[in-house]
């Protein structure tokens, strides 16, 4: 490790996240992995025995001779880290290491949703990761805990962000086609989800009707307002591996033809803070003028994953634009999230 790289771990590292991790922080600028943690059935083994890889990617060599470890602070000797924990066992674990000192990057919902935690899209909210100062001042801690929102919320909320600072987003009708690995692995049994698309996922609409409220709320001294924007949200799995697909009605506060919707979507720039960092999306929004894209197949890893991706904007009878909006789950919703905001953490001096 050279001096200057910071030590991190992964929690739920076998995963379907924590291996996006692994393959994103491998060769990482500024990070350097220091433990990879799992559950008793993982701990004391190799990482390459304890783990079905399914990325396209081979796993890092520095991963796989790696034994891995108890999810908890006494057995990790790290600055940051990526949480990739279900959320029941995320709810114990993330405090304890944000007490003893350490910042929780989570990808679990479990503290979105508190008033002193930053719920954060660098490119949309940078700007809210000031409540860790509040966090730490309210909880004692000298850590701290950071989220990156539901994979469905994330693509969506960049695109809403870019609309709502020229034009006022009011209301917003949403349909997901969200992808399997964004239920983890296993995931779905295959004779479940083959020839079929499965209009439930748990908790997820109200997930997606609320969290995008509190990135695009302000930050108003200690707490954040939520932004005042009416969502309803249809939730759905299909046969896609990566990469969530949101199809999306909005009604405006001020007019805007889909032409100049879409240069302002195209324009869109993260905060200053936010718009150099390793894992920056570049560009932001990709905005595709072909009737039939965003496609998840041939349209996921745009900007390495980490882009936002908007096609079919046009009129809507009802409301006023309706548009196609992809995201890719496990990198930009996740992993490369995560890691997008420890960035923005180490940017800002809050290590
Ligand atoms: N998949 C996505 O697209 C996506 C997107 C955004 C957010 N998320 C969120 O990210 C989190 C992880 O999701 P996932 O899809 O990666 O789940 P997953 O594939 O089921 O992986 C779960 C991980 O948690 C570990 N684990 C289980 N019980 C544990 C315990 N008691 N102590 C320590 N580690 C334990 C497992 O380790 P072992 O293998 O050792 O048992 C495994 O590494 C969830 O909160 C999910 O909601 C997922």
């Given amino acids: ?15 379907s996240v924590g291996q996006r991790f692994i ?8 990070f350097k992995v220091v433990a990879l943690a799992g559950s008793d059935r993982s701990v004391g083994q190799p990482y390459a025995q304890a ?16 034994v891995v ?15 990739a924990l279900h959320n029941e066992i995320a709810k114990d674990l993330e405090p304890q290491f944000a007490q003893a000192g350490l910042a929780v990057c989570s990808n679990a919902s479990s503290y979105r949703r508190a008033e002193d935690v930053p719920l954060l ?21 000298s850590g701290c805990i950071l989220t990156n929102p539901n994979c469905t919320s994330t693509g969506l909320t960049v ?30 049994p295959s004779l479940d989800i083959i020839d079929n698309v499965i209009p ?10 609320w969290e995008p409220r509190k990135m695009l709320g302000r930050l108003n001294d200690s707490k954040i307002d939520l932004a005042d924007i009416s969502f309803s949200v249809h939730t759905n799995r299909v046969a896609v591996i990566d990469g969530h697909t949101v199809c999306a009605s909005v009604e405006l506060a001020r007019p805007a033809d889909p032409e100049t919707a879409e240069a302002i979507l195209r324009a869109h720039r993260a905060p200053a803070s936010a718009s150099e960092l390793p894992s920056s999306p570049r560009p932001v929004i990709e905005v595709r003028s072909e009737a039939d894209r965003p496609q998840p197949r041939l349209d996921r890893l745009t900007g390495k994953g980490m882009t936002t991706v908007v096609g079919r904007l046009r009129r809507d009878p009802i409301l ?10 496990t990198i930009r919703g996740a992993a490369g999230g995560s890691i997008y905001n420890a960035e923005l953490l180490v940017n800002e001096n809050l290590l």
């Fill in 1 to 15: 490790m050279s001096a200057s790289q910071i030590p991190v771990a992964v929690l739920g590292a076998t995963g």
């Fill in 121 to 141: 899209l660098p490119e949309v909210n940078a700007d809210h990761i000031q409540l860790v100062k509040i966090q730490r001042e309210q909880r004692g801690w």
């Fill in 320 to 329: 006023d634009l309706k548009f196609v909006v992809l995201s890719h789950n």
């Fill in 159 to 188: 695109a809403l962000k870019a609309l709502d600072d020229s034009f006022g987003v009011k209301k917003v009708f949403a349909v997901s086609l969200q992808a399997l690995s964004g239920a983890g692995y296993p995931g779905i």
């Fill in 69 to 83: 470890v108890p999810a908890t602070p006494e057995c990790i000797d790290a600055k940051i880290v990526f949480s």
């Fill in 200 to 209: 439930n996922i748990n908790g997820e609409e109200e997930k997606v009707e």
């Fill in 23 to 30: 393959s994103l922080l491998d060769n990482h600028p500024w």
């Fill in 51 to 66: 783990c079905r890889w399914v990325l396209n990617d081979p796993m890092p060599e520095f991963a796989c001779e790696m």
